[in-house]
């Protein structure tokens, strides 16, 4: 299974986040199973966990990493370009410190669009595409998209295609295939199965 993440903070103050203290007890249940990059995610192996945070929240950096590290698990940020250096979001300057507590650094689009409403093919190509500016802060990232309100189309997948290995929505919208992989949206009362 995929889980998606949003926020981490110290209380669970909206549906998009969760609250350390429940982030903390989700973290001790993943003991259990096997917790992998996107990369070597098995879809059939019901063992196999990828730990994902959607948008780059701050609060998952000053609370989530943290944890994340403590537990040494692998893990992957979706980033928007446009919410970076903005408020509650994560610095560019920061993003190293995803990097060196094992995360990976993948893309969730430019501005955070419904790509199924944008008719434009140049203008999909500009939010899908990595920024090469970005590429640099993660020699092993950028090969997974998020998409953002887990929306996707044919013509979206296309583009997908040209510049990653898979990508991931969820929330009852996937079908999952490595184009659109399942996940859970996680709040703050998500149970997660104890002992495989
Ligand atoms: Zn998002």
Redesign the pocket.
């Known amino acids: 299974m995929i889980l998606t993440y949003h926020n981490v903070d110290l209380l669970p103050l909206d549906e998009l986040t969760v609250g350390i203290f429940a982030f903390i007890k989700q973290m001790l249940k993943l003991r259990n199973y096997k917790v992998v990059y996107l990369e070597d995610y098995n879809i059939y192996d019901d063992t196999n966990v990828v730990i994902t945070f ?2 780059g929240y701050s609060g998952f950096l000053k609370y989530a990493l943290p944890v994340l590290k403590f537990f040494n698990y692998p893990f992957e940020v979706f980033i ?1 370009k446009n919410f970076l250096d903005t408020k509650n979001f994560i610095k560019t300057k920061d993003l190293y410190k995803i990097i060196e507590s094992n995360g990976r650094l993948e893309y ?1 689009s430019k501005s ?1 669009y419904n790509l199924t409403e944008i008719k434009e093919i140049n203008i999909l190509e500009e939010e899908i595409s990595p920024p090469e500016e970005l590429k640099l802060y993660d020699e092993n990232g950028f090969k997974y998209f998020s998409y ?1 309100y887990w929306k996707y189309s044919l013509s979206v997948i296309n583009i997908i295609k040209k510049y990653y290995n898979g990508a991931r929505s969820g929330n009852g919208f996937a079908d999952n295939t490595i184009w659109a992989l399942d996940s859970i949206k996680m709040n703050n009362k998500t149970k997660i199965e104890g002992k495989k």
């Open positions: 959607d948008d928007c969730h955070h953002p």
